[in-house]
Nanobody, 121 residues
């Protein structure tokens, strides 16, 4: 499974961005799609997770109410709509696929290339 992420950029605080992640195919090892981010000097952290079959979503507390993860089954594409962006959202964002919804990021099987999101105050 190959994941192609896109949509990063540089914006001012309060702006919105939408990230996209297109998967080449879906397998048992990619039943769950997640967005992660990693800021310089910090641990990679989960942002949002979507389970394809149930459409159940989970979010990090820091982004609840501001970010929305969604998926397009026909296109095997997952999106991350980011609203009310804050400088602390600045990071490299990665999409990844896993076989179960509560996997640690190290358990994710496939990773897209990172896309930089920079939010200035």
């Amino acid at each position: 499974v190959q994941l192609q992420a896109s949509g990063g950029g540089s914006v001012r605080a309060g702006a919105s961005l939408t990230l996209s992640c297109a998967a080449s195919r879906r397998t048992n090892a990619s039943k769950v799609m997640g967005w992660f981010r990693q800021a310089p000097g910090k641990e990679r952290e989960v942002v949002a997770v979507l389970t394809w079959s149930t459409e159940k979503t989970n979010y990090a507390d820091s982004v609840k109410g501001r970010f929305t993860i969604s998926g397009d089954n026909l296109r095997n594409t997952v999106y991350l709509q980011m609203n009310a962006l804050k400088p602390e959202d600045t990071a490299v964002y990665y999409c990844a696929a896993a076989s179960r919804p509560y996997a640690h990021w190290r358990e994710y099987n496939y990773w897209g290339q990172g896309t930089q999101v920079t939010v200035s105050s």
